[in-house]
C-alpha cells in the first residue's frame, strides 16, 4: 500500500558506547538499582515513584510488560568503567507501524548526573532508533514544571511541541501538564552531530 513504510522490529538489544552500556532490563536488576533508587529526589517529576522494594519491582515490571507487548524495550545503563550500574531507560510507546517510540523513564544515580552517562546513553537510543529500527520520530516528554529536564531536551537539539493539558495521573494525585518534544528523521543527523559533540 501507498505510504506504509515496514513496520519497526522491536527486540531487546544491548547497546556499547565508549563509557555506557544499555542492556535489556530483567528482575534480577532490582538490587542494583535498589543502590541508588530509593532518592526521593530522582522521581519528584515523575508518574511512579519507586521508594521501596515493593514500587520499585512494580516499576521494572511495568517496563517489562511493555516488552513483552511490543510497546517498550527497557534498559539499564552499565557504567563500562566499573562494570556498575548507574541508571535506568526505555523506548515506551513505541508505534512499529507508524515508525514512532518515545525514550523516557530515564533515572541516572545522583553521582552520575551532569555527566557523559545520561548523555551517551541518549545517543547509543537515538542511533539505535534511527538508523537501526529506521524510526520516522522521537519522542520526549516532560512534567512542564521540571526546568532542569526540558533545558536538558532542547539543549540536544530535540524541537518544542507544546503542553498537553492535565495528560498523565502525577504521584501525589495530581494532574500533570506535560511539555512534548520530537525529533524526526530528517534533522537526527544534526542533533547526533551535536550529541557527539557534547561527549
Not at 118 to 136: D, Q, S, V
Not at 165 to 189: F, N, V
Amino acid at each position: 500500500m501507498a505510504g506504509i513504510t515496514t513496520p519497526l522490529r522491536i527486540a531487546p538489544v544491548t547497546l556499547t558506547g565508549r563509557f555506557v552500556r544499555l542492556e535489556p532490563l530483567t528482575r534480577d536488576h532490582v538490587d542494583a538499582l535498589a543502590s541508588f533508587a530509593y532518592e526521593p529526589s530522582l522521581w519528584t517529576w515523575t508518574a511512579m515513584q519507586p521508594l521501596d522494594r515493593p514500587s520499585l519491582e512494580a516499576w521494572v515490571e511495568e517496563g517489562l510488560a511493555g516488552g513483552r507487548g511490543g510497546t517498550g524495550l527497557p534498559f539499564v545503563t552499565v557504567l563500562i568503567e566499573k562494570n556498575l550500574v548507574v541508571g535506568s531507560t526505555r523506548f515506551l510507546n513505541i508505534s512499529a507501524r507508524d515508525g514512532r517510540m518515545e525514550i523516557g523513564a530515564t533515572v541516572v544515580a545522583p553521582e552520575y548526573q551532569r555527566s557523559a552517562v545520561n548523555t551517551e546513553a541518549k545517543l547509543l537510543m537515538l542511533r539505535h532508533a534511527f538508523e537501526i529500527l529506521g524510526a520516522t520520530r522521537v519522542e520526549l516528554k516532560t512534567h512542564k514544571l521540571n526546568e532542569k529536564s526540558r533545558r536538558a531536551i532542547e539543549r540536544i537539539g530535540a524541537q518544542f511541541e507544546g503542553i498537553h493539558r492535565k495528560h498523565m495521573l502525577h504521584h501525589d494525585g495530581s494532574r500533570r501538564d506535560t511539555a512534548w518534544y520530537s525529533i524526526l528523521d530528517d534533522e537526527w543527523p544534526a542533533v547526533k552531530a551535536r550529541l557527539e559533540g557534547m561527549l
